[in-house]
């Protein structure tokens, strides 16, 4: 089987997929820009806890607790 192709976007961005997800991967794929609603931050809960998700000016991500 070959790779299944998906183009995802978000915002004005644009994100080929198809390096992502293939049959053996179906690893979801997740757009910052739609996790923090185009702003710098977003909260993240993992069980009893909160996660913050920062973009910086850089354009890295930060995940913190």
Known sequence: MGIVHKTITAADLQLDASQYISPENRTP??????LTQDGPTAHI??????YT????RA???ILTK
């Open 29 to 34: 794929v997740h757009l910052a820009a739609q």
């Open 59 to 61: 354009g890295k991500l």
């Open 45 to 50: 809960r993992h069980l009893d806890q909160i």
């Open 53 to 56: 998700l920062r973009i910086t």
